[in-house]
Nanobody, 115 residues
Framework: QVQLVESGGGLVQAGGSLRLSCAASGSVFSYNDMGWYRQAPGKQRELVATITNIGITNYADSVKGRFTISRDNAKNTVTLQMNSLKPEDTAVYYC?????????WGQGTQVTVSS
C-alpha cells in the first residue's frame, strides 16, 4: 500500500503563487509516475501535470507556462509550483501515483483563487 499526503493549499489572490507538496510513504518503489489532478465543483477530475520517475513531464494546456511539476525520488515527494494563478484554477488538488498498475490518490487539498 501507498499513502499520499498533500500540503500547501490555501487562498490566494489572482496573479499570486502557491506551492503544493505531496509525500509518498509505504510500499514505494523506484519506478512510478506521479502527478497532480484537480476537481472543481460540478466538474470532473482533470489532469494538471504528471512526471515520470526519470523526470519526463506532461502538462494540461491550461497550466502550461504557469505551473511546474518536480519530484525528489530520494524523498518520494512531488511538488507543484503554481504561478500566475487564475480564479479558474480554484479546485481541490489531488496528488496521484501510478505504480505497478495501481493508481493511488491523496486526500486532496483546496486551492482557492480570488479575483
Amino acid at each position: 500500500q501507498v499513502q499520499l499526503v498533500e500540503s500547501g493549499g490555501g487562498l490566494v489572490q489572482a496573479g499570486g503563487s502557491l506551492r503544493l507538496s505531496c509525500a509518498a510513504s509505504g510500499s514505494v518503489f523506484s519506478y512510478n509516475d506521479m502527478g497532480w489532478y484537480r476537481q472543481a465543483p460540478g466538474k470532473q477530475r482533470e489532469l494538471v501535470a504528471t512526471i515520470t520517475n526519470i523526470g519526463i513531464t506532461n502538462y494540461a494546456d491550461s497550466v502550461k507556462g504557469r505551473f511546474t511539476i518536480s519530484r525528489d525520488n530520494a524523498k518520494n515527494t512531488v511538488t507543484l509550483q503554481m504561478n500566475s494563478l487564475k480564479p479558474e484554477d480554484t479546485a481541490v488538488y489531488y496528488c496521484s501515483m501510478v505504480q505497478r498498475g495501481r493508481n493511488y490518490w491523496g486526500q486532496g487539498t483546496q486551492v482557492t483563487v480570488s479575483s
